[in-house]
């Protein structure tokens, strides 16, 4: 099992930059692909990033990439999501995903696949 934690959410005007981190527990995490999925008023939670266990494989959605970055360490356990440029558009609750069954060479998007959740973390952008 895997618990997640997310934080470094906040206010931030748009063209600034967060950065958002995940700390894990549990002896799965460094097996696990993670992932940061979104939730906007109104909306239903969305793929942002995804990484895979070792940390050479990325995925990021068309909205964000070249703005967003995840990366991992599994030795501290944690996976992180730098946003840089960001958009009133990325206005949202940002949560944590663990897929402790991912399949190689590949990164799931879609939130079934993913078994362990955080809570979130509110990321606001202002115009």
């Known amino acids: 099992q895997v618990q997640l934690e997310e934080s470094g959410g906040g206010l931030v005007q748009a063209g600034g930059s967060l950065r958002l981190s995940c700390a894990a527990s549990?002896?799965?995490?460094?097996?696990?692909?993670m992932a940061w999925f979104r939730k906007a008023p109104g909306k239903e939670r969305e793929f942002v990033a995804g990484v895979n266990y070792i940390g050479g494989m990325t995925s990021y959605a068309d909205s964000v990439k070249g703005r967003f970055t995840i990366s991992r360490d599994n030795a501290k356990s944690t996976v992180y999501l730098q946003m840089d440029s960001l958009k009133p558009e990325d206005t949202a609750d940002y949560y944590c995903?663990?897929?402790?069954?991912?399949?190689?060479?590949?990164?799931?998007?879609?939130?079934?696949?993913?078994?362990?959740w955080g809570q979130g973390t509110q990321v606001t952008v202002s115009s």
């Open positions: 549990g002896r799965t995490f460094s097996s696990s692909a």
């Open positions: 995903a663990a897929n402790p069954t991912p399949v190689r060479h590949h990164i799931a998007t879609v939130r079934e696949r993913y078994r362990y």
